[in-house]
């Protein structure tokens, strides 16, 4: 079975493939002060309450943002799953041409994001993965990585908004519950803010993207937020949860082979 990590600022999401599906997902808050014990007691209680044992796990992929978190992710894998990982921007050949003047400036997860979108959609098309940062990607007809835009994401402005303000309070991030746009108190005022603030950002973006690339693009949306923006933001045309661990499997299995060839 293979463990795939993708870590984030804010969440790691941990996945199990067993070779022919996805068997079970978890997240965690990400945390580089964890040491790899920590992440192996945690992963073996969760495993044992889906059925599945730690010790199963014969392969092991990374991807992370998070350079000091890192250390501790590649020490589980090799001290208790037995196995040396592949880690994004390290021992993983992308296969993605990055068309920017600055390649090594695009994060390990944008590309992997793009991997996992091309196994399902045709480019070119505007990736946006929504997390600590709302990254709008863009993927050429011909599979590569053109650029894009890097913006707050939603959690980020709602706590800036709360952490900058002595009187604003912490709110739920969704639409007020009157149903209207104005709000009339100042959890509604807030909540229409952040929220039809945050849809108008993401259908500006997406329109001026397309205006200035000229041609039609396909919009999928993904991350750990991205579900609050279904039947909100009129731009996006697929809601894909799997994007990025996809993308890591994908990667998985090109380098595997090419491990073998060697």
């Given at each position: 079975?293979?463990?795939?990590?993708d870590?984030?600022?804010?969440?790691t999401?941990?996945?199990i493939h067993?070779?022919?599906?996805?068997r079970?997902?978890?997240?965690?808050?990400t945390?580089?002060?964890?040491?790899?014990?920590?992440?192996?007691?945690?992963?073996?209680?969760?495993?044992?309450?889906?059925?599945?044992?730690?010790?199963d796990?014969?392969?092991?992929?990374?991807s992370?943002?998070?350079?000091?978190?890192?250390?501790?992710?590649?020490?589980?894998?090799?001290?208790?799953?037995?196995v040396?990982?592949?880690?994004?921007?390290?021992?993983v050949?992308?296969?993605v041409?990055?068309?920017?003047p600055?390649?090594?400036?695009?994060?390990?997860?944008?590309?992997?994001?793009?991997?996992?979108?091309?196994e399902?959609?045709d480019?070119?098309?505007?990736?946006?993965d929504?997390?600590?940062?709302?990254?709008?990607?863009?993927?050429?007809?011909?599979g590569g990585?053109?650029?894009?835009i890097?913006?707050p994401?939603?959690?980020?402005?709602?706590?800036a908004?709360?952490?900058?303000?002595?009187?604003?309070?912490?709110?739920?991030?969704q639409?007020?519950?009157?149903g209207?746009?104005?709000?009339?108190d100042?959890?509604?005022?807030?909540?229409?803010?952040?929220?039809?603030g945050?849809?108008a950002?993401?259908d500006?973006?997406?329109?001026r993207?397309?205006?200035?690339?000229?041609?039609?693009?396909?919009?999928v949306?993904?991350g750990?937020?991205?579900?609050?923006f279904?039947?909100?933001?009129?731009?996006?045309?697929?809601?894909?949860?799997?994007l990025t661990?996809?993308?890591?499997?994908?990667?998985?299995?090109?380098?595997?082979?090419?491990?073998?060839k060697?």
């Amino acid at each position: 079975m293979l463990l795939a990590v993708d870590t984030g600022n804010t969440n790691t999401l941990f996945a199990i493939h067993d070779g022919k599906e996805w068997r079970a997902q978890w997240r965690s808050a990400t945390d580089s002060t964890k040491t790899a014990d920590d992440y192996a007691v945690w992963l073996t209680q969760l495993m044992h309450l889906g059925g599945l044992k730690i010790e199963d796990i014969d392969a092991c992929i990374i991807s992370s943002v998070v350079p000091q978190g890192l250390f501790n992710m590649r020490n589980l894998a090799r001290r208790y799953l037995n196995v040396e990982p592949f880690v994004i921007g390290e021992n993983v050949e992308m296969d993605v041409a990055v068309k920017i003047p600055k390649p090594s400036e695009v994060g390990a997860d944008r590309l992997v994001n793009a991997v996992g979108a091309l196994e399902v959609y045709d480019g070119p098309m505007i990736v946006i993965d929504s997390g600590t940062a709302t990254t709008f990607d863009i993927v050429g007809a011909d599979g590569g990585f053109e650029g894009g835009i890097i913006a707050p994401g939603i959690n980020l402005s709602m706590r800036a908004l709360h952490d900058a303000s002595a009187k604003l309070p912490r709110v739920a991030i969704q639409p007020p519950a009157s149903g209207k746009i104005i709000g009339t108190d100042t959890v509604s005022a807030m909540q229409s803010g952040v929220f039809w603030g945050y849809m108008a950002l993401i259908d500006g973006l997406v329109t001026r993207i397309k205006e200035e690339y000229g041609t039609n693009m396909t919009t999928v949306a993904t991350g750990g937020v991205a579900s609050l923006f279904e039947g909100a933001a009129s731009t996006i045309d697929h809601f894909d949860p799997d994007l990025t661990i996809r993308g890591l499997l994908v990667l998985y299995q090109r380098n595997k082979d090419i491990a073998r060839k060697k």
